[in-house]
C-alpha cells in the first residue's frame, strides 16, 4: 500500500483527467511505471528508481518491487465548493484527506479545448480553487473561534490556542493560504486538532501545449513560476496530451520517442519524484537473491523504525543494522565486496536512514 497520497485538482478543462488517465494507461500492459486503480478515481503507481534494476542484477533477484505513492483524481470543483456548490462539500473532503495536492493549471491555447472561462488565465484559475480552500478552512477556524471562546474565558490552558487560532483567522480573512504562515514547532502541535486545507503542501503542475516541447516554457508558466514562488511552492510542467501518448507506448518505443523530442524521461516521472520529495519521503533499499525492493519511509526515521516497515517483529526484536551506501555497493561489486573494502557499518538504534542506503536488518 502507498505510504502518503497526493490529491489532483484543477478546473475543469485544464488537462487533469488527461493527466490522471496517463498515470491509469499502464494497467492494461503493466509496463514502466504500472498503476493498479483501487477505485475510477484512486491509483497506486510505482516510484520510478533506476538504482534497483542495478541492484537487481548484482543480486541476481527474482523480482523488484519499487516504492508507491497514492494518488487521487479530486472531480467537481466549481466557484462556490466552500458553500457546498457543485460536488462541494465531497471535492473539500477528498482534499482533506490527502497529504498534499497537484493543481493542474492550463498554461496552453487551443481552440479545440474550450476554457471554462473563455480565455486562459492561469493565475485567475489558480486563484478560484485557493480562494474555495481559504474559505472552507476559513468557516472552520472561525466556528473553532467561536467555540473556544466560550471555553477559554476561565480556563488559561486554552488561551495559547485561541490567540493562535485568532491569528489563523487574520491570516485566511485577508485571502491568504495557511502555508505562507510562518508557524513555530509548538504553534504547529497545537493546531494538529484543525485539519486545514490550505496548510497542504502544492504542487503547481503547468500543463503546456506540444508547441511548448522540449523547454516546457512559455509566458504562462513564468507567470504561475512567480506566483508560487511567493508562497514558496514549487513547478512542475509536463504536457499531458503527450504523457497519454507516451503511456501507450513500451519501453523501447518510449525511449526513441523522447529520444527524438529531446527529452530525458516522461514529465510523469519528474512529476511522481517531485511530489515524492515534497511529502518528505526517502527511499532505503534491501537486495537479495529473492528480491530488490525499495522502501519508503519519512526523512528522519531511525533504523528501528526502517525495520518496521518490513515487519513489526524485526522493529521489535532489532539488534543491528548492517549499511552500505547504494554507491560503495555498486563500486565494490555487492555486499561481500563492500564487506571485504571496509565500507559495510554495523548501526544502532540512533542511526538516522539515508536516502539509498542498502540495509540488512539484523534482529532477534
Not at 482533506?96 to 491555447?109: G, P
Request: glycine share 8%; proline share 4%.
Amino acid at each position: 500500500m502507498a505510504g502518503l497520497s497526493c490529491g489532483i485538482v484543477g478546473l475543469p478543462n485544464v488537462g487533469k483527467s488527461t493527466l490522471f488517465n496517463a498515470l491509469t494507461a499502464n494497467v492494461a500492459e503493466a509496463s514502466n511505471y504500472p498503476f493498479c486503480t483501487i477505485d475510477p478515481n484512486v491509483g497506486i503507481v510505482e516510484v520510478p528508481d533506476s538504482r534497483l534494476a542495478v541492484l537487481s542484477d548484482l543480486s541476481k533477484s527474482k523480482k523488484i518491487l519499487h516504492a508507491t505513492m497514492e494518488f487521487l483524481d479530486i472531480a467537481g470543483l466549481v466557484e462556490g465548493a466552500s458553500r457546498g456548490e457543485g460536488l462541494g462539500n465531497k471535492f473539500l473532503g477528498h482534499i482533506n484527506q490527502t497529504d498534499a495536492i497537484l493543481h493542474v493549471v492550463r498554461c496552453f491555447d487551443s481552440s479545440d479545448v474550450i476554457h471554462v472561462a473563455g480565455q486562459v488565465d492561469p493565475i485567475h484559475d489558480i486563484e478560484i480553487i485557493n480562494t474555495e480552500l481559504i474559505l472552507a478552512d476559513l468557516q472552520m477556524i472561525s466556528n473553532a473561534v467561536g467555540r473556544m471562546e466560550r471555553q477559554a474565558k476561565g480556563r488559561k490552558e486554552l488561551q495559547a490556542t485561541f490567540e493562535l487560532l485568532k491569528k489563523v483567522q487574520a491570516h485566511l480573512d485577508e485571502g491568504k493560504p495557511m502555508r505562507t504562515m510562518d508557524l513555530t514547532p509548538e504553534e504547529e502541535e497545537l493546531l494538529h486538532p484543525y485539519p486545514t486545507l490550505t496548510r497542504k503542501k502544492v504542487i503547481y503542475v503547468t500543463n503546456v501545449g506540444e508547441d511548448d516541447l522540449p523547454e516546457m516554457d512559455n509566458e504562462y508558466v513564468q507567470r504561475v513560476r512567480e506566483y508560487a514562488a511567493q508562497e514558496g511552492s514549487s513547478v512542475i510542467p509536463v504536457c499531458a496530451q503527450l504523457e497519454a501518448e507516451i503511456a501507450q507506448l513500451d519501453d523501447a518505443e518510449r525511449k526513441e520517442f523522447l529520444e527524438s523530442i529531446g527529452l530525458e524521461e516522461p514529465g510523469l516521472h519528474r512529476l511522481i519524484k517531485a511530489s515524492f520529495d515534497l511529502l518528505g519521503l526517502i527511499t532505503f533499499l534491501t537486495t537479495g537473491e529473492q528480491e530488490t525492493r525499495a522502501w519508503t519511509v519519512v526523512k528522519g526515521s531511525s533504523a528501528p523504525i526502517a525495520a518496521g516497515k518490513i515487519h513489526t517483529d524485526i522493529q521489535k526484536g532489532f539488534i543491528r543494522a548492517e549499511v552500505i551506501t547504494y554507491a560503495d555497493m555498486i563500486e565494490f561489486g555487492g555486499r561481500n565486496g563492500a564487506r571485504e573494502q571496509g565500507r559495510v557499518r554495523a548501526e544502532g538504534k540512533e542511526y538516522i536512514v539515508q536516502d539509498g542506503d542498502v540495509i540488512l536488518f539484523l534482529h532477534n
